[in-house]
């Protein structure tokens, strides 16, 4: 099977799940208040664009580090 | 005996070879025979000097509603379009229980921009089910319908008002599954589901609400029957589109199905989005995947009034909660100082010049005539004010009737677009047919591709723009019975000229239940129409032909 290419890293929200719990998911070397800080910074789709902003959707993309260079 | 035969022109059947002279011959809805037809038929179509071609399909409508009173889903069929897919982005008119139709509706209007009426005066609501939706439009159509059964309909059915708030049980995504079979046997084309869409309200729509091994097991079933899986991803933001292909990429290989995403759009803001878009669909097709960009012909251009809610407001709440009341309340919130003193201030401190600065003033409409072809900058500098205000202020004096045009909002570069449309994993579609009613028309697309990129740009033959929206499309969806000009298939043909086809130019047409407005381009060059060896179409006018069918 062909190779892909590297793209952005992202995860989807659990049932339920909080960004607090999520970034600890993703981000586990971060504390918490750390980790939500980065996704949010991350994720502005979700965290700026949204109404109410922050609503985490089961469909979501999350973006689990910065754009890529 | 024939029952019908096109005769002396140049057949151009799909494939993409060639055309070549020749004729078509049509016997009980099927082609009979293609090239040098001898014998007789009771009716002959003289298509000299005509190119003859298999009916074109439009993959991304939503025609759902306006089915149900006009089986031609009219202007399509005139710009030579004999097959439409309704049901996209996650909403379609069926399996809805009747308890959930006003809220079904609330989706529609926002998605469609139709007026309340067409609900509730144009057609009775007697199904509940796909095959009761299917009966109810069948008989009427004399254009062939490939119906997508939407996510967020099966989502509300299943989990009723909880299908907006959480995701679902395993239980609950075993009936969705259950209720998709069921839709899939009763003809739909596959199923539609939306990352983007929300309802009248600003929620988001309810597939928006799934896991993605709610999509999963919802693919496994379009597995089981290989049909489509269509979605709109966040077309805004090109990292998300590249997820959403690799989740479609994912569900592709996983359960053997085709998948598509609409709209792709190219736009100067972000020059590398589509570029990166299709680059990561060769890869994920070099992998064995199937993941189809849609991607429009015609530039964005979008027309408004401050009479109903527009798209142009989108990222303006404020704009949008004052527009959707009803007019009596809207007019008073439009004559509240306090109300557009931060109407204005929501467009920042130039008030509304980079958004709104560039608007045209239409005609047609009660816009004083002197104003009608200056820039909205003009006119707010005559009036020594500020664009936003100038806006509210001239529509408040003319009964809120002057509608504007913000043209070429993007995907507007013929040199840029017209390559990647002829790139050979790129769909043409996301025409929105039946859509955004009072924003734009979305009628037409099919006759710009041949002027702009075909006639003007040479960004592609006409045998491969005709093969684009004929044959491909017809393989892309499965739908084995269309898109070619071959003996045995379905005799769906449109007879054209290659010098002239075109879309008209974009007018307003009150011709929606409860004469409501809507957009439309009539169709330029177009001669003749067939739908299943009968013609809908011909001679600038619609027949009372009703051969059109649902299709799979």
């Not at chain 2, 009479?307 to 809207?330: E, G, I, K, M, N």
């Amino acid at each position: 099977m062909a190779e892909l290419s590297r793209q952005r890293r992202f995860v989807t929200p659990g049932p339920d799940e909080t960004l607090e719990q999520l970034a600890l998911r993703a981000l586990p070397d971060e504390s918490p208040e750390a980790g939500a800080d980065l996704i949010r910074s991350w994720n502005l789709h979700i965290f700026a664009m949204r109404r109410p902003p922050g609503l985490l959707l089961g469909s979501d993309v999350v973006f689990v580090e910065p754009p890529l260079g | 005996m024939f029952d019908l035969i096109v005769r002396g022109g140049t057949v151009v059947d799909g494939s993409g070879q060639p055309g070549f002279a020749g004729d078509v011959a049509v016997k009980d809805g099927r082609i009979a025979a293609v090239g040098e037809v001898e014998g007789e038929a009771r009716r002959v179509i003289d298509a000299a000097g005509r190119i003859v071609a298999p009916g074109f399909i439009d993959p991304h409508t939503h025609f759902d509603v306006q089915l149900l009173w006009d089986g031609a889903a009219r202007p399509a069929l005139e710009h030579g379009v004999t097959c439409v897919v309704p049901g996209n982005c996650s909403l379609s008119l069926a399996p809805i229980k009747a308890d959930d139709r006003r809220r079904v509706v609330g989706m529609f209007q926002q998605i469609e921009e139709m007026p309340p009426e067409a609900f509730t005066t144009a057609f009775d609501w007697t199904w509940e089910d796909f095959a009761g939706y299917r009966a109810a439009i069948e008989d009427g159509l004399s254009i062939n319908v490939a119906p997508l059964v939407g996510h967020s309909v099966i989502r509300l059915w299943v989990m009723g008002a909880a299908a907006q708030e959480r995701a679902a049980t395993a239980d609950e995504i075993t009936a969705m599954q259950d209720l998709l079979r069921e839709c899939l046997a009763a003809g739909a084309v596959g199923l539609s589901t939306s990352f983007v869409d929300v309802d009248e309200t600003g929620r988001p729509v309810p597939s928006r609400f799934a896991q993605f091994e709610e999509l999963d097991a919802l693919a496994a079933v379009l597995g089981e029957y290989g049909r489509m899986l269509q979605c709109v991803p966040e077309f805004y933001a090109t990292d998300i589109t590249i997820a959403r292909i690799d989740q479609l990429a994912e569900l592709s290989l996983k359960h053997g199905i085709p998948t598509t995403f609409s709209p792709l759009f190219d736009t100067s803001a972000v020059p590398d989005n589509a570029p990166r878009a299709i680059a990561r669909v060769e890869e994920q097709f070099a992998r064995g995947a199937r993941v189809w960009p849609q991607m429009q012909t015609r530039p964005i251009d979008i027309s408004f009034s401050l009479l109903r809610p527009s798209l142009f407001f989108a990222r303006l709440p404020r704009w949008v909660r004052v527009l959707r009341q009803p007019l009596d309340q809207r007019l008073a919130a439009l004559r509240d100082p306090d109300t557009v003193e931060k109407m204005v201030g929501d467009l920042g401190p130039d008030g509304g010049e980079a958004m709104m600065g560039r608007l045209i003033v239409r005609g047609g409409d009660a816009a004083p005539a002197g104003l009608v072809g200056k820039t909205l900058s003009e006119v707010a500098r005559e009036r020594g004010q500020v664009p936003a205000r100038a806006l509210i202020e001239l529509s408040l004096e003319n009964g809120l009737d002057v509608a504007f045009l913000s043209a070429s909002q993007g995907h507007q570069s013929t040199d840029r677009i017209g390559p990647m449309l002829a790139h050979p994993l790129v769909h043409i579609g996301a025409s929105d047919g039946g859509a955004h009613l009072a924003s734009f028309s979305t009628y037409g697309d099919t006759g710009y591709l041949f002027s702009e990129f075909v006639r003007k740009a040479g960004a592609m033959s006409l045998e491969k723009a005709v093969a684009k929206i004929t044959a491909e499309t017809a393989d892309i969806w499965g739908l084995k019975d269309r898109g070619r000009l071959a003996p045995g298939l379905a005799a769906d043909i449109v007879v054209f000229d290659a010098k002239s086809i075109d879309r008209a130019d974009e007018l307003p047409a009150f011709d929606m239940p409860g004469d409501g407005m809507r957009y439309v381009r009539a169709a330029r060059g177009v001669d003749t129409v067939l739908v299943n060896g009968e013609v809908a179409y011909a001679d600038g006018g619609y027949t009372d032909s009703r051969s059109g069918v649902v299709c799979v």
